[in-house]
């Protein structure tokens, strides 16, 4: 059974940096797309970053300049540095992939991770 572990939020001051990293584990046979959503109280869920398999990355215009997801093939994982945080990032950072296990692809997500941005 397919897995995504979270780790890395937490609670950093405005114009500081965190690194979310997410894990996937279990039996995987090719992975389409994985990426970073968010859901500030309130708020819905919103793409934050996209890493398409063979293709160019995705951010939101929020986030452009400031945050850079990337990919570690080899151990499965899928980063999201986040620099010059701001306090509406305040969010539950949530990883999701879209991948097969051997049967049709669907998606996968994380318990989420709480990033608090506050002075």
């Known amino acids: 059974q397919v897995q995504l572990v979270e780790s890395g939020g937490g609670l950093v001051q405005p114009g500081g940096s965190l690194r979310l990293s997410c894990a996937a584990s279990?039996?995987?046979?090719?992975?389409?797309?994985m990426g970073w959503y968010r859901q500030a109280p309130g708020k819905q869920r919103e793409l934050v970053a996209r890493?398409?398999?063979?293709?160019?990355?995705n951010y939101a215009d929020s986030v452009k300049g400031r945050f850079t997801i990337s990919r570690d093939n080899a151990k499965g994982t899928v980063y999201l540095q986040m620099n010059s945080l701001k306090p509406e990032d305040t969010a539950v950072y949530y990883c999701?992939?879209?991948?097969?296990?051997?049967?049709?692809?669907?998606?996968?997500w994380g318990q989420g991770t709480q990033v608090t941005v506050s002075s």
């Open positions: 999701n992939a879209y991948l097969s296990d051997g049967n049709a692809p669907r998606d996968y």
């Open positions: 890493n398409p398999s063979g293709g160019s990355t």
């Open positions: 279990g039996s995987i046979f090719i992975i389409y797309t």
